[in-house]
């Protein structure tokens, strides 16, 4: 069955350091994959998702995921961590032709000044 | 553009008694439509998805239960509710196929 891991439910850095979520999924077939924001007190905002072409992916915010099929990885990164970015952040898949969408443990990513 | 709407906002219920949870889209037809349990540690917990009326698949056996009477309405309810119904529960659905989820604002359940 289709399943979702994020290592880590909770990762911190210091402020202006790379931010790394790690997400990896289990299927033979890549799916449509996603990344959700969860801001304190907020519903949820898609950051980016892939779904087809480059496997680099930029999203909001300055946020970027890259698919790696031979890792079955969809890891999101920053390049330089602000304290607005102190989120809760979720990984996502939708098997390719089917209906259910399934969702990560989430991140809980903090933010040290 | 769509929109979902979900209530009650917060539900306060003793052990025992029936839960009935609303969803309703506007801005689309046949969606595909979702019920998730968002608790700490636990990210989004799918429970059913419908793919159109009367078409419900269950996720996690558990003490719930799903229907969508109309094209554009999901209810999830209990005969009984236990303590560890307690949680947040999600309404959503996509666009399309690679399309994001929307959600709805989500009913805080509370069982005591």
């Known amino acids: 069955a289709q399943s979702v891991t994020q290592l880590g439910s909770h990762v911190s850095v210091s402020e202006g350091a790379l931010v790394l979520l790690r997400c990896n999924y289990s299927?033979?077939?890549?799916?449509?994959l996603f990344w959700y924001v969860q801001y304190p007190n907020q519903g949820l905002q898609l950051l980016l998702k892939?779904?087809?072409?480059?496997?680099l992916v930029k999203g909001i915010n300055g946020f970027e995921a890259e698919f790696k099929k031979s890792e079955t990885s969809f890891h999101l990164t920053k390049p330089s961590a602000h304290m607005s970015d102190a989120a809760e952040y979720f990984c996502?898949?939708?098997?390719?032709?089917?209906?259910?969408?399934?969702f990560g443990s989430g991140t809980r990513l903090s933010i040290r000044p | 553009s769509q929109t979902i709407h979900q209530w009650p906002a917060t539900l306060v219920q003793p052990v025992g008694s029936p839960l009935s949870l609303e969803c309703t889209v506007e801005?689309?037809?046949?969606?595909?439509l979702y019920w998730y349990r968002q608790a700490a540690g636990r990210g989004l917990q799918l429970l059913f998805y419908s793919v159109g009326i009367g078409q419900i698949s269950s996720e996690v056996p558990q003490n719930l239960s799903a229907s969508r009477p109309q094209d554009r309405q999901f209810i999830l309810s209990s005969k009984k509710l236990l303590l560890s119904d307690s949680g947040f529960y999600l309404c959503a659905s996509p666009r399309g196929q690679g399309e994001k989820l929307f959600f709805g604002s989500g009913t805080q359940l509370s069982v005591l």
């Open positions: 996502a898949v939708r098997p390719r032709g089917a209906s259910k969408i399934i």
């Open positions: 801005g689309t037809s046949n969606p595909n």
């Open positions: 299927s033979s077939v890549p799916p449509y």
């Open positions: 892939y779904t087809t072409g480059a496997t």
